[in-house]
T-cell receptor, first 113, second 114 residues
């Protein structure tokens, strides 16, 4: 079975600082990995996904993530935080042959002025 | 349509009542998913449709939960004899089908069982 662990339920950074949100996965088969963002009272929006092409994936709004098989990680980064980045971020995993997403418990990002 | 839509956006009901939650997927998307998100948690899978049939219903918690998609487009999630523990946000997503395809989520229905 697939699972995802997101370390840190709350992360706070200053505007302009590096954003690093951690995600580790476990999967018995090669996985597909996703990061979604959820703004208050809105649905989930895809930031980026890894589907076994390039290990460094660039997404929307300046975010990127690197798939590291040796570390079973898929951490999300952004060089410089904006106030508008404040939201909840979810990492999710899916079997390459499957369809349902398994989500982590989420990380709430706060950006201080 | 432009995106996945869900109705109602909010539903308050009493314990023991029956509720229906509706999902309109993106036009042309053959795959449709239901997830449930409890407070402070990530979404949890409930059921997946490919066309009209339920390809995977392993996430439905018990037989009080049922979902249909009779014409391969709109789907309805039905909950019988609601319990307070059913209170959550119910999310619907759709995709073109295929494991690499992105799932696009609707805004959810917030269900509160009193």
């Amino acid at each position: 079975a697939q699972s995802v662990t997101q370390l840190g339920s709350h992360v706070s950074v200053s505007e302009g600082a590096l954003v690093l949100l951690r995600c580790n996965y476990s999967s018995s088969v090669p996985p597909y990995l996703f990061w979604y963002v959820q703004y208050p009272n809105q649905g989930l929006q895809l930031l980026l996904k890894y589907t076994s092409a390039a290990t460094l994936v660039k997404g929307i709004n300046g975010f990127e993530a690197e798939f590291k098989k040796s570390e079973t990680s898929f951490h999300l980064t952004k060089p410089s935080a904006h106030m508008s980045d404040a939201a909840e971020y979810f990492c999710a995993v899916k079997k390459s042959s499957g369809d349902k997403l398994t989500f982590g418990t989420g990380t709430r990002l706060a950006v201080r002025p | 349509g432009a995106g996945v839509s869900q109705t109602p956006s909010n539903k308050v009901t009493e314990k023991g009542k029956y509720v229906e939650l509706r999902c309109d997927p993106i036009s042309g998307h053959t795959a449709l998913y239901w997830y449930r998100q409890s407070l402070g948690q990530g979404p949890e899978f409930l059921i997946y449709f490919q066309g009209t049939g339920a390809a995977d219903d392993s996430g439905l918690p018990n037989d009080r939960f049922f979902a249909v998609r009779p014409e391969g487009s709109v789907s309805t999630l039905k909950i019988q004899r609601t319990e307070r523990g059913d209170s959550a946000v119910y999310l619907c997503a759709s995709s073109r089908g295929g494991s690499q395809e992105t799932q696009y989520f609707g805004p959810g229905t917030r269900l509160l069982v009193l």
